[in-house]
């Protein structure tokens, strides 16, 4: 089982040092020298301060469904904010953007959508490394500011398989997939850029897509050394 947020400690760990952090799972972990236990001798930092991680690509190409699989596999680790409307006034809105609530913020079909300082708190008080599914243009603005999330891509096979996506979800109408498959073009063209992502991830076969993310999840450091093991 995995210790919740809150016993997830920095440790250093028998026979190896293991930095910044990472997760204990005690039940399958065996150290170096065989045993099934480990003894704290470095001192105990909360992950909040770990990296949130941005997660962006066009409307279809599988952001949910990748983040699915990942908060299944690994239940305790992350906690999910979304770029969401928010339920108040416009204007309420507004004057929570302009005091500096918001890390970041769009405007779609004269909504405003953001991402508040609170809702990221909320999760790192929790212990859990905040996953942001934003926008490209959300992405922009979060790069302005001191957060440091690690930014992931996802990128589709096509734009042929994006809208074969969108139409099989059943979840949009045509002018809505059209809408978003004209977006999907500026986003892939931002997304592809070199230097603005740190991973490309192409979901085309699922299974190699979650692989890959999986493993540069473990490489940045956000899956422990020590789970890689198991
Ligand atoms: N590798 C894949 N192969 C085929 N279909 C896929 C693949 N990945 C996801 N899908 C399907 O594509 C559709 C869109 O995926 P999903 O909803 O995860 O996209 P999204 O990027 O989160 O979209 P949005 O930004 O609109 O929320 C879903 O029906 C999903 O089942």
């Known amino acids: 089982m995995n210790y919740p947020g809150f016993l997830r400690y920095s440790l250093n760990v028998i026979g190896k040092t293991t930095w910044p952090l990472i997760r204990v799972n005690t039940t399958n972990s065996v150290?170096?020298?065989?045993?099934k236990s480990y003894i704290i001798l470095?001192?105990?930092?909360?992950?909040?301060?770990?990296?949130?991680?941005v997660i962006c690509g066009p409307s279809g190409c599988g952001k949910s469904t990748l983040l699915k699989i990942l908060m299944k596999e690994?239940?305790?680790y992350f906690g999910f904010t979304v770029s969401h409307y928010h339920f108040v006034t416009r204007h309420e809105m507004q004057q929570a953007i302009e005091k500096g609530e918001f890390i970041e913020h769009v405007e779609y079909s004269k909504n405003l959508y953001g991402t508040s300082k609170n809702a990221i708190k909320a999760?790192?008080?929790?212990?859990?490394?905040?996953?942001?599914?934003?926008?490209?243009?959300?992405v922009k603005n979060i790069k302005k500011t001191d957060l440091n999330p690690r930014y992931i891509f996802i990128k589709p096979p096509s734009m042929e398989a994006l809208k074969e996506r969108l139409q099989k979800r059943g979840t949009e109408t045509d002018e809505s997939i059209n809408e978003r498959i004209c977006r999907a073009k500026k986003e892939l063209e931002y997304g592809e850029m070199p230097g603005n992502f740190d991973i490309i991830v192409l979901n085309d076969c699922l299974e190699d897509a979650y692989r890959e993310l999986k493993n540069y999840l473990w490489k940045c450091g956000v899956l422990g050394s020590n789970l890689q093991e198991q």
């Not at 150290?31 to 045993?35: E, R, Y």
């Not at 999760?123 to 934003?134: H, M, P, T």
Request: proline share 3%.
């Open 31 to 35: 150290n170096s020298i065989g045993v």
């Open 42 to 53: 470095g001192g105990v930092h909360w992950l909040s301060s770990f990296h949130p991680l």
């Open 74 to 76: 690994y239940k305790n």
């Open 123 to 138: 999760v790192q008080e929790k212990g859990l490394v905040c996953i942001l599914d934003i926008e490209v243009e959300g």
